[in-house]
Each structure stands twice: as structure tokens, then as C-alpha cells.
């Protein structure tokens, strides 16, 4: 028998959650992101339940041409656009759109011989000074590549620093309509926070939003409002079994370094999970789980392959029962990653996108 460990990949969930992305912004078409392979989902496990977006946005081109292969036919958009002169001949092959964020980019698309023209999105570095063309320089970039025979359309993008938190979206709104409100394109600013907190000041505006981590059911915002606040769903969930139990009394310790002792007795399972699945090794005591769905707490340290759980609110609970690290478990109980992720003090995308390869996974409901 494989180790118990499990990802399970929702297809209904993903269903749900795109769908509450289109409800936040009716007027616009949906990008669902899949860059770092769908978030850790699995491009081709996650395909299924994303296939009613519009389009998908990513950034590796072997990525892009995975989603290809899946019979994909509509729009594919890379974000960080091209890295050399070469990837345009894969774009023009797999009619890939392209985001251009600077000369370089410019000069490619110059060199670059094509029969088919490409459509690209200009993007603006409206402040938050990753990627783009500020918006001196932004219009000069646009009536370039406007000029080059390898450029079919222009569309107009920019990214947004503070969509999650107190900042917003204003003062980068303002810095890209100054420069764009004469130009004609599409338009596309908003990640999941944008789309979720700011849909309605964006209404109208947008032809494109760019969810990602909203789409796999963790909430850009955490811990001010919840995924069930966001009416999301996970899209994964992340379970075990337990493998051995311990029954300590008071003064036992759990784990390397001892860093949990029981002050009287105590039960505990022990989980065929740990940091070499992903499970983040600095969650500590009191991390919630859920054991055949009921919420408990792990005790004492991650290890590479397991960590240690108190059992007392489960006291049926024994070898073989389901431990759901994150996700829905078979009862129904949702236990968010966005809790798991603030006990590590991380957030919901690095986990997600930290499943380990041996972690095997399917494809359910
Ligand atoms: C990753 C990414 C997104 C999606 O962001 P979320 O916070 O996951 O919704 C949108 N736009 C760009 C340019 C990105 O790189």
C-alpha cells in the first residue's frame, strides 16, 4: 500500500470559484492564472473544472504549451511576455498572446519574422515597479510597437501593489487612465484581490480580470476576511492517515527537541505527513487539523514525514483514521489553507504552490 498521504484536486470547487470571480466583475471576460503549474494543482488535474474561463494566463511557455495539448483552442496570455528572440516562434506556432513590459521586448517582436501577426498586452508599471514601462515612457512604447507589422493588436495592462490591503487600487487607477484614456485596446488590471475588494470601482473599465488565488479557494486577504467570507471553496485538499497512536502521561514530551510536553494524560496520533510534503515545518503547536473531520490541533514539531496530533476531542479515532492537513474532509468540514498558511506566517499561494512531487494526487468532485 502507497503511504496514505493525498492531494485531491476539486473540480467542483474550481467550478465555483470562477464562477465567483465572473459574479464580482459581470462585465469582464476571466484569465484563470495557472502559473506554477495551476498553483500547485497540476495544470492538466485542474483543467477540467477551469475549462469555462476565457482564457488562461501563465508564464512558462512549456506550460503554455502544456494547456495546448489539453485541446485548449481560445486565448493563452504569458505575463512576463518573452525571455528571447526564439520564444516568438513558439508564440506565433501556438498563438500564444503576449505581455511586453520593455525595449527588449520591443526589439524581439522587431526581429521577429511571422506570417501572423501577434496580439500583446503593453503593461504599465503604474507604481508598483516589477515589471512595465512607467507612464512617461508608456506611450512611446505603445506607438512603437503600434508601428511594427509583427503587431496586430494592443491591449493595455497594469498590476496592482494593494488591491489586498488599506493602499487600494486608486492612486495606480489614476497613473494608468492619465496615460491610457485616449488609447484604443482592451484593458485588464485586476488579480483576485482587485476583482473581489475593488470589483465594483473597476466595473466597466476592465475587459479582463486575472484571478488566480481566488479561483483555487483561498482568500487574497486573509486573515481580515476568510474564504468562506469570499464565498470560495478549496480547490484542494490535502489528507492523510493516521499511522501509529502514543498515550502519554504528564511530563512526556513529542517529537525532535521536545518542544510540546504533556501536562497530563494524553492521546496523540501520528500522521504520515511532514515538511517533505509540503506541510510547512513552522507551524507549531496548536496548528488546527481536522481528524475524521473533527478540528483538533497538532502538537510538537513537523518533521520531514510526519507530524503528531492530540486526539482528545476524537477519542474513537485510531490507526487508519483520515486526517485532513487542509482542504474538505470526508464529513464535509473545511479546514482553509489560509489557516495553515497564518500559523506558519506565510500565505495560502506558497503553500499551495509547495505540494511536494511525491505527494501523489487525483482528480475528484
Ligand atoms: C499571479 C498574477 C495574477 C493572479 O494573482 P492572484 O493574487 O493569485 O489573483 C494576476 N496578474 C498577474 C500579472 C500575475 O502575475
Known sequence: MPRPILATVHTAALRHNLARARTAAPDARVWAVVKA??????????????RGADGFALLDLTEAARVRALDWRGPILLLEGCFELRDLELCSRLALWHTVHCDEQINMLAAHKTQVPHRVFL???????????????YRAAWTRLNALPQVEEISLMTHFSDADGPKGVAVQLQAFEAVTQDLPGERTFSNSAATLRHGAALEGQSDWIRPGIAVYGSAPDYPEKSAADWDLLPAMTLSS?????QNLVAGDTVGYGSSFTADGPLRIGVVACGYADGYPRHCTTGTPVLVNGVR????????????TVDLTPVPDAGMGSEVTLWGRSSTGTVLSIDEIAGSAGTVGYELMCALAARVPAVVAD
Open 296 to 307: 483538533t490541533r497538532m502538537v510538537g514539531r513537523v518533521s520531514m514525514d510526519m507530524i
Open 241 to 245: 492517515k493516521i499511522i501509529a497512536t
Open 123 to 137: 503593461k504599465m508599471n503604474s507604481g508598483m515597479n516589477r515589471l512595465g514601462f512607467t507612464p512617461e515612457r
Open 37 to 50: 503549474d495551476a498553483y500547485g494543482h497540476g495544470i492538466e488535474r485542474a483543467f477540467e473544472g477551469l
